[in-house]
Structures are given as structure tokens and as C-alpha cells.
């Protein structure tokens, strides 16, 4: 594993290419195939001036990024996060044609993202500021061309703000347009709890192979938003000890281990975990090396680094989120032999029932959420195995080994089609 950790969201971006140069090499991949795929096929960056409730005319900056078509319309996330750059989106523009190739659904990546801090906006600004983006935008994204979804800050709520803004441009409704909207307007049975509950049955996959009793794990989960949330809870009600969670005030810790319903009531009421009643109040950087079984970093990029990954006590690390390992990181785990299932897998649930949305508002045919669990327990359970059959085979990491198997579905779509003209 390459020596250059990355801590910050430049180098967060060059992390993503060294995995892809290693994956590359243990592929023997053509380099000329390599070079196209380091870099994103379209970025777009925007301007998006909206009037504040005060009459005062902010301008924020937006942007969306396509990195690759080759395997299909271009899908991925909408973040609206005040430290939002054009390497992270392109870097997650990236990761998203990785995570799509490895559930084998016929994507290729994009991401967007606004630099704002939703929280310090009202619902009017809001919904003023998400509509200006998408007008923005649409001249490259449509239901055959660039599919958008929740990430970061943004809901379902925001994504049918997207599908109004998008249909009143076109003249008629484009529900599939956008995924993640409510059920009411086209949404699918399941979607809310779809990437977490993708990241437990890459768990289940994991703790099979390493004589991990679930029943009697001890669990510790950064980031108590919708996904971290719900592998919290699924994970306990499986039989686990959630000994600690953390939202981005801070962490709980609790020997005999957290209801995370419960938990969540609270938040809902205080507006944070921490103080919950019995528990120790933690850092999110303590909850890291809390001494437990299965650690999920569920929060942002960059949370595991070279300086505390020695510390990290968990047996298997399971990424919520997206790039929460620094490069550095990921050695130093690897040498400790810490399993690490990489983003690209782990979190991969949200685009295949993304993609089960899709799919249902084209054909205007809905199904049951018992259909889409059962359908994403066989995509992520399949996808697990064959990439752990490729570790075992070349003696690579989880995550080298989730990239082989991206690269080469990517890079052989990119042969077949040809080079245009």
C-alpha cells in the first residue's frame, strides 16, 4: 500500500488514484485505459446566486461532476457541506463508478455538492438554493444521462425539490430524474435505510470469516445520521453491543452498551447524543479507538489516519462513509491485519436500491419493500464474495481487491465501446 496518507481533500483525491494504480498493476491493466480513467469525463461548476429571507442576494458555488459513461448514465450523491471542493467531488465522482461497477448495476459515477451549511439556512433559502442549483445543472443531468440522490445534508425532501425543478423545466413530470425522493412522488419502498442496511450485510459477510459471534460484538459507529443510525440499530437488534456513537458534537460511551432508539429519541429532543443519560461523553476521535469488535466510520472523509489508526482496536472496519481511511491509514491497518471493507462495498447499498428506484419509475411498477431488501441482501452478499475471492486469489486487500474488480468491469466496457472517434 502506498506510503502518502492524505489528510485533507486534495489528497483525498490522490489517495483514490493510488488505489486505482494498484489495483491497475495487479490487473496488468493497459495504462492507456488507466489514463482515462484517472480522469473525470465531464465537471461542471456553477454559480448559484439566491435572494435571503433578509432581501440580500447571496451567491454560493456549486458544481457536479461525471467521471465515467461507459457502463451507463452517470449516478451519484448531492452534498451541500461548506467544505466542498472540486477535488472531493471529483474524487467521489470517482469512488461512485468504483462502487457501481463492484454491485455490478450499469452506472457510471458523478457527485455533486454546494458549498453552504444547510443548518444556517431556513427552509425558503433552502428550497430557493437546491432549485437555483438544479437549473444549474440540468443541462447535464436527466434520467438517461446523470441520475442525482441524497448525500451529505440533503434528504428526501430536497430530492423532490430536484424532480419539481427539473419537470417544470421540461414541461412534464421526470420522476426518475433523481432518486431518493418520498414515496409519495415515486420514491422506493426501503431506500431510507438502504446504505445502511447494505453496510450490515457486508458485516454479516465479514464476521463469517473472521469468527466474529454478532451476537456477542462489541459495536462502535461514527456519524448517528441516517446510515450510521441504521446500522446501529439493525446491529443491535442482531444481538450487539452498540457501546458508542457520535454525531459531529461529539460521542457516548456505554460499557453495557446503547439502545440506538432510544438514543435517537433523545437527539431528536436535544439536538445531540452527547449527555445522554449513563453514558460517558467521548470526542468523535476517542470513539475511533474504542475498544470494540466492528467499528463503522459513518461521518466524512479523512477520520482514520496515520497518527491514530495504531490505536484503533476494532477486528473489522466497515466504511459508512465515503473515504473515512486515509491512505496511510489503510497500511497501517493492513500490516495490523484489521479487515477494512472499503467504501466502494460497504456503503454500496444506497446506489443498488438507487438504482431499484430507477428502474421502478421507468417502468411506472413498484415493489414491495420486502422485494428490495431481498433483492439488495443478494446484490451486496454476492458482490462481497466475489471480492473477497479475488483478496484471497492475489493476496491483496479488501479494498485493492474491490478495485481490480471495478477497474476491470470499467476498463472492459471502455474496450468494447472503443475510443471515440
Excluded at 454560493?60 to 467544505?83: E, M, N, T
Excluded at 426501503?190 to 466474529?212: F, M, P, Q, Y
Aim: charged letters at 25%.
Amino acid at each position: 500500500m502506498a506510503d502518502q496518507t492524505c489528510e485533507n481533500k486534495s489528497d483525498f483525491l490522490e489517495a483514490t488514484t493510488q488505489y486505482m494504480d494498484l489495483a491497475a498493476k495487479e490487473l496488468g491493466l493497459d495504462e492507456n485505459y488507466l489514463k482515462i480513467l484517472k480522469e473525470p469525463k465531464r465537471s461542471l461548476s456553477v454559480s448559484v446566486p439566491i435572494r435571503m429571507d433578509n432581501g440580500r442576494v447571496e451567491v454560493f458555488r456549486g458544481f457536479r461532476v461525471q467521471h465515467s459513461l461507459s457502463r451507463g448514465p452517470a449516478k451519484g450523491g448531492i452534498r451541500f457541506h461548506p467544505d466542498v471542493n472540486i477535488d472531493e467531488v471529483v474524487a467521489l465522482a470517482m469512488l461512485m463508478t468504483w462502487k457501481c461497477a463492484v454491485v455490478d448495476i450499469p452506472y457510471g459515477g458523478a457527485k455533486g455538492g454546494v458549498i453552504c451549511n444547510p443548518k444556517e439556512l431556513s427552509a425558503g433559502e433552502l428550497e430557493r438554493l437546491t432549485r437555483r442549483y438544479v437549473s444549474e445543472i440540468s443541462i447535464i443531468i436527466g434520467p438517461e444521462k446523470d441520475i442525482p440522490a441524497p448525500d451529505v445534508n440533503t434528504n428526501p425532501q430536497i430530492m423532490a425539490w430536484v424532480m419539481d425543478t427539473f419537470s417544470m423545466l421540461n414541461g412534464f413530470s421526470v420522476p426518475s430524474v433523481v432518486t431518493g425522493k418520498p414515496l409519495e412522488i415515486g420514491g422506493s419502498q426501503g431506500r431510507n435505510e438502504a446504505t445502511g442496511r447494505g453496510v450490515v450485510h457486508a458485516i454479516e459477510e465479514a464476521c463469517s470469516h473472521l469468527k466474529i459471534e454478532l451476537a456477542s460484538a462489541k459495536v462502535a459507529v461514527q456519524g448517528f445520521g441516517n446510515v450510521g443510525y441504521t446500522v446501529a440499530k439493525i446491529l443491535y437488534d442482531m444481538g450487539c453491543r452498540v457501546v458508542a456513537v457520535s454525531d459531529s458534537k461529539g460521542g457516548i460511551y456505554s460499557e453495557g452498551g446503547l439502545d440506538p432508539a432510544e438514543v435517537l429519541a433523545f437527539k431528536r429532543k436535544t439536538g445531540h447524543v452527547q449527555d445522554y443519560p449513563e453514558t460517558t461523553n467521548i470526542s468523535n476521535e476517542k470513539l475511533l479507538t474504542i475498544d470494540c469488535d466492528i467499528l463503522v466510520p459513518a461521518a466524512l472523509e479523512n477520520q482514520i489516519t496515520a497518527q491514530n489508526a495504531p490505536s484503533v482496536k476494532a477486528r473489522l472496519i466497515a466504511e459508512g462513509a465515503n473515504g473515512p481511511i486515509t491512505a496511510g491509514a489503510d497500511r497501517i491497518l493492513g500490516e495490523r491485519a484489521v479487515m477494512v471493507i472499503p467504501d466502494i462495498l460497504a456503503n454500496a447499498g444506497g446506489v443498488v436500491v438507487s438504482y431499484f428506484e430507477w428502474v421502478q419509475g421507468l417502468q411506472h411498477f413498484f415493489w414491495s419493500e420486502e422485494e428490495v431488501n431481498r433483492q439488495l441482501r443478494r446484490r451486496m452478499t454476492d458482490s462481497f464474495r466475489k471480492v473477497y475471492a479475488i483478496k484471497e486469489k492475489h493476496g491483496a486487500s479488501m479494498r485493492v481487491a474491490a478495485y481490480m474488480l471495478a477497474l476491470e468491469k470499467v476498463a472492459t466496457a471502455h474496450q468494447l465501446r472503443g475510443l471515440y472517434p
